[in-house]
């Protein structure tokens, strides 16, 4: 991850979160869980295509993070790879099909597929280790 010299955002303990929010029901998962922690206060969410088109603000908001969740909805890792462009290193990334939840082209989820990824992603912005279904 980038230098945390310019902290903006109240130092090392905050946790942020950037989602692929992709169309699939998955993508959609990654969203909605990522906003839905966000106003628990768990972990803020963060403009994953601000930091894809270079926008320093936001970048510069990430770097912030004292641990930086990372969230796709399948394998391909849209969210991870923007990410690693942008020089972040340091993060947990979650792919939301290592939970379970087979990807579909249609962004519709049931109220227990979003519990289960909200679940991962508090423990994972905790440091807890993630639970993966054998
Ligand atoms: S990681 Fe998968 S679900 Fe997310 S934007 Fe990329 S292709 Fe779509």
Do not use: W
Request: proline letters at 3%; aromatic letters at 2%; charged letters at 25%.
């Amino acid at each position: 991850m980038p230098s945390k010299q310019s902290c903006c955002c109240g130092g090392d303990k905050v946790v942020m979160t950037v989602a692929c929010s992709g169309r699939s029901n998955t993508g959609q998962l990654t969203n909605d869980a990522a906003k839905l922690i966000d106003r628990t206060g768990t972990a803020r969410f963060v403009c994953l295509a601000a930091i894809g088109a270079e926008d320093p603000e936001v970048t510069d908001l990430a770097k912030c993070a004292g641990r930086l969740l990372v969230l796709d909805g399948c394998e391909k890792a849209c969210a991870r790879k923007i990410m690693e462009k942008a020089g972040f290193r340091e993060f947990v990334h979650l792919d939301v099909t290592q939970l379970g939840i087979e990807k579909r082209l249609d962004s519709r989820y049931s109220d227990g597929q979003l519990q289960t990824v909200i679940a991962a992603a508090e423990r994972l912005s905790a440091g807890m280790p993630l639970e993966v279904r054998p």
